[in-house]
């Protein structure tokens, strides 16, 4: 797992919604998996987490890497590193989920994962951010 400081820089650097220091402190700890990149230099160039209630369900969540190094294999190393943690730690039926922005799509679809709006569709609430989106419609 990267460390708080190596997180928050990578979610900003790799273009992902910043966050605070006090919500890194509690969502680290709280993964099922995490992993992360580092270069030859020691510098932290991707990262990957899951989130999970142990028994059937898994979430990809906080995949990034630096744009000097995407389209290097970082973030396939990532995903699939991740995946064979559940694939190995996970009872049978496991159900394995992930928002996916457009940079990563490619990515997500050459692994397996597919878009199946029959079946369900991704919905999200950020809350704190009610009052910025007009309800008088």
Do not use: K
Not at 64 to 88: C, E, F, K, Y
Not at 121 to 134: C, Q, V, Y
Request: glycine share 12%; aromatic share 8%; proline share 6%.
């Amino acid at each position: 797992m990267p460390s708080t400081a190596d997180y928050l820089r990578l979610r900003n650097d790799a273009g992902l919604t910043p966050r605070t220091v006090e919500q890194a402190e509690r969502a680290l700890p709280g993964s099922w998996s995490a992993c992360h990149v580092i270069d030859s230099g020691g510098g932290t160039v991707g990262m990957g987490r899951l989130i999970s209630d142990g028994g059937w369900y898994f979430h990809v969540v906080d995949m990034a890497v630096l744009p000097a190094h995407q389209r290097r294999g970082v973030g396939n190393a990532v995903l699939t590193w991740l995946l064979d943690q559940v694939r190995d730690g996970a009872p049978p039926g496991a159900f394995v989920s992930l928002m996916a922005d457009p940079p990563g799509r490619r990515l997500y679809t050459r692994l397996g994962f597919t878009e199946d709006r029959d079946l369900s569709i991704g919905m999200a609430l950020w809350l704190g951010r009610e009052a910025e989106t007009d309800r008088s419609v």
